[in-house]
């Protein structure tokens, strides 16, 4: 038997990976050290020689299993992503996204298409306590691991692993299931984009050292303090700690950080007014005795009063102090219309004394005060209570914590999207809805979450929620559903273009639609010819159409938001496009075991269009006229 030819460029059977295409951007930069397609490590020493470090010692961190955790972002993902359209909400019209599955898998599939996409990543990964589960990765077969262990494979999974502080490899563990995802979650994230991580005291250290090695010591933002309102580990031996943190990073140094509008109480320190608003002011002058004219000379120089009078930082008594800024930033200062001089009374006689202005408007609160008034994890167990009914979930993170990190990072009115890789009950999702409702907002949402079973006994599973997954997506339903009610007989609310985003659409990790070439052992060879046969036929026996497409879409960089639209105009095929508004790219697809001529004629296809179909779909004839019409390729 002889193997044909496809009659056009093949479509690609896996995800695309994330280190071939590195390698290719490494070759545009230095194609000299590539011999046969393959670096050759001498020449790359050459290449770099002046930027190499020849010492024996340098600094490094590292841990038992590193290797590995990196060799594990290179393997190929055989994985897709399937529609669940009746676990969603408003499905057609949605941006938000919830997507059942193991997140390093998801990511190897989605990672092209939300490349420097996601302006906020917010995750509250296992703690390692020792009494959490850590998901263990097969380096061999990671799908097929997952697969089994999400009960789409009939044998028993065995993936999540509990890791006691005895364990030799406590840390390692951890750290190499965290090391791949956050790799892949800094791939996702837009140029002025930042990750928050909720950590405790358990892997702060480690956190800090692998986050500095992924997203750069330069992009450390900052490690915030929040009191929990419970304390732990008061029966250790350690102290008992009733704090957690948030690690920050921005994707680059360019990212400026932002803050919260101002509440009303703030409002009202803005007492005074001129036509500019409302504004408050401040003594140009230093008013601490620690403020000290010694400390920063060139802080301590003459302004000018209204009526030509030099004025000094001199404060009661003649104590000398200094000003607020230099020089230079008083004379910006001046011209802006933001020094204002009064007449004040100083040791007994009135004198000309200068203020800066402060206006209300467009000012914001900076992040580091911020987190000291916010709810701790009784009140996020009680939301999540209220919302489920019953006490179903361990140890969500509050809302009003979420709220403010958006608050913070995105923007109202830009559709910013936020990642949460860790979802658990979707607080995260919560939030976002909630922010948009209250500020008007057009956030959205990407959630990941795995099907980790819940408890035999726990009150979860009495109440059917059989994976944690499930509860995520009930969260989100019944919040939407609890909106929906609110808002009836006010306005339209209906998820579309313009209005807000009430809903969600549902994706499932799955095995690929494409068959993979398991080889072919028969020695009889009438059976053998007949398995090849079946192999000629590229896609899995049962196929769906939809999910096909999502496949062929995902693979060619497309977005889960992307429109499927049926091309109503031709009858004797069932065509396709495929439209990624955001992205503005669009393509044809027929999965039709047969193309007619005139239908195909019907797209007024030319070489800005991407046709895809069966192979096998095409005469040579068609496939020839169609090549040379568009760009086209097949399955
Ligand atoms: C601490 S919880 C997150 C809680 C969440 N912040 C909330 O407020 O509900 C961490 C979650 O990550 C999930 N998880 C662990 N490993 C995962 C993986 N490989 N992929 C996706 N989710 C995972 C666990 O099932 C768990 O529900």
Known sequence: MTTKQPKGKLVSKTAPNLFTERIEEFKVLFPEVFTEGKIDFDKLKQALEEETDGKPERYSFTWAGKRDAIRLLQVPSRATLEPAKDES??????????????????????????????????????????????????????????????????????????????????????????YPRLFFARQLLRDDGAIFVSIDDTELANLRLMMNEIFGEENFLGCVVRATGTTTGQDSRRFGSSFDYLVVYSKSTGYEVGGVPLSEEDATRFSEEDEKGRYSSLQLRKTGRADRREDRPAMYYPTEAPDGTKVFPIGPGGYESRWRCGPQTYKRLMMEGLIEWKRVKKDGKEQWVPYVKYYFEGREKRPSPLWIDLDGNKKATIEVKELLGERIFDNPKPIALIKRILQIVTETDT???????????????????????????NRQFIMMQLPEPTPEDSTARKAGYNSIAEIGKERIRRVIAEMNKHAEGKMNFNSGESGEDLGFKVFKLAESNYRSWTGVEDKDPEAYAKQMELYLDPLVEGWQEENVIYEVALKEGYSLGCLIEKVDKITENNIWGVTDKDKGQSFYICLDDDIKEDAVKTLELNADYLFICRDKALTDELAANLALQCNLKVI
């Open 89 to 178: 909400v408003n499905f057609d019209s949605t941006h938000n996204v919830f997507i059942e599955g193991d997140n390093l898998e998801i990511f190897k599939i989605l990672w092209k298409s939300y490349f420097g996409q996601i302006k906020l990543i917010y995750i509250d990964p296992p703690y390692n306590t020792g009494a959490d589960i850590i998901y263990q990765d097969n380096y061999s077969d990671p799908l097929g691991t997952y697969l089994t262990f999400s009960g789409q494979k009939d044998l028993d999974g065995n993936l999540l692993i509990s890791n006691p502080e005895t364990s030799g490899r406590y840390h390692s563990t951890w750290l190499s299931m965290m």
């Open 415 to 441: 559709n910013d999207i936020t990642l949460d890789f860790f979802a658990g009950s979707c607080t995260t999702a919560h939030s976002v809805l909630e922010l948009n409702r209250e500020d008007g907002g």
